[in-house]
């Protein structure tokens, strides 16, 4: 059975139907991206994973459904969900915000070791750790909502939009932080990302959605060679 299992999902808002009976899986330790145009679905996939849209069809996690528990449960289990925007606390420090994100960890020691693992990481933030979070850069406070999401030591990591409103060099040193998580510490990734030619890079798996639902799977190396896809999503 696959790590994390999608059957036959739909997701509303209102009476707005916005996935349209999708099916796809992530094996553990793998990263799966999920890519499409503003409004295929992306987003609302990650939202529905976490118990944050109306939902029908199933989502299994290790072999446990998710479908009907409240988020709250849902991020016990070692699910972290980076959202697009990121989230930040803005008026209090980032080492606020990396606490804050530990809320499910109540062993201190274990919180002050996930603490000085964040900043190997992201050096930048230990540096800023008594800065208040507001004033933080872009692409620092996209590492801080990283960092905040590996306070929760989690199994599986939801990533929204990483890379938006970044500079290329940030948008280069962030995945290249997000491999090494995901070499070093085996954690799996969902990632959902505009930019096709960075998802497809870092990613072993792809979903291409249209109007919410699925259109086209395979691994990145086939879904990168595929000529509509280049096309539309690569611009070559």
């Keep these: 059975m696959a790590f994390l299992e999608v059957k036959g999902l739909e997701a509303f808002y209102g009476h707005t139907q916005a996935l349209h009976g999708l099916d796809f899986e992530l094996e553990e330790g793998g990263i799966t991206t999920i890519l499409g145009a503003n ?5 609302t996939t990650l939202r529905s994973i976490c118990g944050m849209v ?3 069809g199933s989502i299994s996690f290790d072999g446990g459904a998710l479908d009907g528990q409240a988020t ?6 070692g699910i972290a969900h980076v959202p697009e925007g990121r989230g ?3 008026r209090v420090t980032t080492e606020e915000n990396l606490r804050l994100g530990a ?5 201190s020691k274990a919180i002050a070791n996930g603490m000085e693992r964040v900043y190997g990481y992201f050096p930048r933030l230990k540096e800023r750790r008594n800065q208040q979070a507001g004033t933080l850069s872009g692409g620092e406070q996209q590492m801080l909502a990283v960092g905040r999401a590996l306070m929760l030591q989690p199994r599986l990591m939801l990533l929204d939009e990483p890379s938006f409103g970044l500079a290329p060099l940030i948008v280069k040193e962030l995945f290249e932080i997000l491999h090494t998580i995901n070499r070093e510490e085996k954690v799996s990734m969902l990632l959902v990302e505009q930019n ?17 639902r699925v259109v086209m799977s395979g691994t990145s190396d ?15």
Excluded: C, M, P
């Design 222 to 236: 086939d879904i990168a060679s595929d000529e509509s896809v280049r096309q539309s999503y690569l611009g070559y």
């Design 196 to 212: 096709a030619t960075l998802a497809l890079n870092l990613a072993d798996h792809a979903y291409l959605l249209e109007t919410g």
């Design 39 to 43: 409004g295929a679905g992306k987003t």
């Design 103 to 107: 809320y499910t960890v109540k062993n």
């Design 72 to 77: 709250e449960n849902i991020v016990r289990k």
């Design 54 to 56: 109306r939902i029908n």
């Design 88 to 90: 930040t606390f803005v």
